[in-house]
C-alpha cells in the first residue's frame, strides 16, 4: 500500500492589511491596519488589537478574517 502525503491548504486572506507608522512620545512604531477607517462610528468604534512580546501583528489575520461583518481593525 503506497501512503500519499497530504498536501496542507494554503490560507489566503480575505481582507487585505495595509501597513502604517505612528508616533506615540516621539516613538515611531509601525502598526496594521485593516478595513476603512469610515467604518468607525459610535456604535462600531475601531477594534484596537495589541499582541505580546515576540509576536507580530500579522497574526491577526485569522480573526479579523473570520469576522462577519466588515470593521476598522488597527
Known amino acids: ?3 500519499r502525503m497530504h498536501t496542507p491548504a494554503v490560507s489566503l486572506p480575505r481582507r487585505a492589511a495595509r501597513s502604517l507608522f505612528v508616533t506615540v512620545r516621539g516613538l515611531r512604531s509601525p502598526l ?3 478595513g ?3 467604518l468607525a462610528a459610535p456604535e ?3 477594534l ?3 499582541h505580546g512580546w515576540m ?3 500579522a497574526s491577526f489575520q485569522f480573526m ?3 469576522f462577519a461583518a466588515d470593521r476598522y481593525v488597527v
Do not use: G, K, T, Y
Open 48 to 50: 484596537v488589537l495589541l
Open 36 to 38: 476603512d477607517a469610515s
Open 55 to 57: 509576536d507580530v501583528a
Open 32 to 34: 496594521l491596519a485593516w
Open 44 to 46: 462600531r468604534p475601531p
Open 64 to 66: 479579523v478574517d473570520a
Open 1 to 3: 500500500r503506497v501512503r
